[in-house]
C-alpha cells in the first residue's frame, strides 16, 4: 500500500514564525502535492512538484514557498506564520503526472497560529 | 481554471436509502473525475472515477455518471451503510499534464441509522 506521512498530526505556532511541514511517500512517486483545507472552502492547492528540485505554483502560493531536496519528501515551508494561515493541510503524492494518476493523500497536520 | 461546484453541501439520508451527490465543472476539456471519501481525522481517499469516454460505472454500492454536454457528474450511493457517513469532495482535471485536479468544496454526507 501506499503510505503518505506528515511530520506533525497538530501543530501550534506563533505569528512570525517560520514554520515546516514534512511529508514523506515512500512509492517512488513523482508528483508530490500541497493542499490545504479549510471549511467551506474544500481542497485548494498550494504548490506541486513533478520532480525533485522542481516545483509549480498551485491556486493559493502567498505566503508559502516548498523544497523537495529527495524524491520522497516535500516540505512546505511557512516563512511567517499568519493567523489566516490556520489549517488543516494535506499532503498527496501520485506515481507520475499522468492525468488520471490516482493522489494518495497523508491524514493532515492542522495548523493553528495563535 | 476549472472551477469545480459540489452540491448539496450536506446531505443526510436514512440507511438503507440512496444519496446522490451532483457535481458541475466549468472547463469543457477536462476528461478525468474522482471521487474521494474523507473519513473523520484521515485524508481524502479515491473511491471512484471516471473518463471523459465513459457515460457510466459502477462498483459495487457506488457508482458515478457523467454528462459531458451539461458539464456535470454525479456520484450515487445505494443501500447506505453508517460507515458511508464522511465528507465527499469531487475534482476534475484536463489534458494540461501534472495531473492537477480542482476539487470540489465537498459534501458532508450524514448516515442515519
Known amino acids: 500500500d501506499v503510505k503518505v506521512t506528515q511530520s506533525s498530526r497538530y501543530l501550534v505556532k506563533r505569528t512570525g514564525e517560520k514554520v515546516f511541514l514534512e511529508c514523506v511517500q515512500d512509492m517512488d512517486h513523482e508528483n508530490m502535492f500541497w493542499y490545504r483545507q479549510d471549511p467551506g472552502l474544500g481542497l485548494r492547492l498550494i504548490y506541486f512538484s513533478y520532480d525533485v528540485k522542481m516545483k509549480e505554483k498551485g491556486d493559493i502560493p502567498e505566503g508559502y514557498s516548498v523544497s523537495r531536496e529527495k524524491k520522497e519528501r516535500f516540505s512546505l515551508i511557512l516563512e511567517s506564520a499568519s493567523t489566516n494561515q490556520t489549517s488543516m493541510y494535506l499532503c498527496a503524492s501520485s506515481r507520475t503526472g499522468g492525468t488520471t494518476d490516482t493522489q494518495y493523500f497523508g491524514p493532515g497536520t492542522r495548523l493553528t497560529v495563535l | 481554471g476549472e472551477n469545480v461546484e459540489q452540491h448539496p453541501s450536506t446531505l443526510s439520508v436514512q440507511e438503507g436509502d440512496s444519496a446522490v451527490i451532483k457535481c458541475t465543472y466549468s472547463d469543457s476539456a477536462s476528461n478525468y473525475f474522482p471521487w474521494y471519501k474523507q473519513e473523520l481525522g484521515k485524508g481524502p481517499q479515491l473511491i471512484i472515477d471516471?473518463?471523459?469516454?465513459?457515460g457510466e460505472k459502477k462498483d459495487q454500492r457506488i457508482a458515478v455518471t457523467l454528462n459531458k454536454t451539461a458539464k456535470h457528474f454525479s456520484l450515487h450511493i445505494t443501500e447506505t451503510q453508517p460507515e458511508d457517513s464522511a465528507v465527499y469532495f469531487c475534482a476534475a482535471s484536463g489534458p494540461y499534464g501534472n495531473n492537477r485536479l480542482a476539487f470540489g468544496k465537498g459534501n458532508q454526507v450524514v448516515v442515519i441509522p
Open positions: 471516471i473518463r471523459s469516454n465513459v
